[in-house]
């Protein structure tokens, strides 16, 4: 049962640093990141260039998350990208390949937006593939409409695969008793269905997951704000600058440079507060590990994120 948490906004009582895990043993829940490449993946279709040649090896996921129950044996899964069969693996708590096993892998699924990377792995899961049981998604009204009403998403709809309990916009709401969750709304490309992004709060920290927004200007709220109310920010980090993709107008792409974002929020990153970089395009030369831009973003006290990384919730 959805109830609907009474604590304040944006309130989160203790700051943490990450600490590697052993495996299978993590006290506590927590959030593990999926992948951080944009929709197109690393390498995508049809680059050639260094950084996707080296990823042929060494591919780079599309952006998702897991947050893992270990002590109840729950998971859920937050935007479900195409690289969801090789993402499943890195959630390697036992549980949760059994579970698999048995087609109810997920206690939850949310969705951001109909932006190609974060709904597509839904179909995996669907009759021609694992063929799950009957799983919970959390996303907007508009993107529950999509989903309802494009094939071949209706069939996970029709045969009782999905189902869409409703939460509230902008309000704190307990989908399980180890989190609660806070839908809000970001600006983003209306294509397919409006965009959303979470607030997760558990008993040791607060999470903000914002893969894609247009700009932080363009948001009915201050992104400075918001980031000084959680303990770890996931955003939107697609482009390092305006110039990466030749033949293409980054306006018809609108995301905050990573530059950008990391002048906005100078001086909140720090104390415990940690801001990472996600969600970032296969042009982006941040996603080139020990890089002079990922030096930079570090130098500034800001991350790059990485497969695998865990994050207490």
Known sequence: MIRISRRGFLGSALAGLVVPPTPFQEAGPYMVVLGVAQDGGLPQAGCYSERCERARSEPRFVASLAIVIPEARRFYLVDASPNLIQQMDLVEESAFRTRAAARRPFDGIFLTHAHMGHYVGLALLGREGLGMERTPCYCSEQM?????????????????????????????TSVD?????????????????????????????TILYIPDIDSWEAWDRPVRDVVEGVDVALIDGT????????????????????????DVLAGVVGGGRRVIFTHLNNTNPALDAGGPQEREIQRRGFEVAREGLRIPL
Not at 145 to 169: H, K, Q, T, Y
Not at 239 to 262: A, C, K, Q, T, W
Request: aromatic share 10%; glycine share 8%.
């Open 144 to 172: 529950e409409a999509m989903l309802r009403g494009n094939a071949p998403w209706s069939l996970l709809v029709d045969e009782g695969r999905l189902i869409f309990p409703r939460i509230p916009v902008d309000r704190w």
């Open 177 to 205: 008793d180890a989190f609660d969750v806070r839908m809000v709304p970001v600006p983003h490309r209306p294509e397919f269905s409006d965009t959303v992004g979470y607030l997760f709060r558990g008993g040791r920290q």
């Open 239 to 262: 482009f390092y600058s305006g110039d990466e993709v030749p033949g293409r107008n980054i306006e018809d792409i609108p995301h905050p440079l990573i530059p950008h974002s990391m």
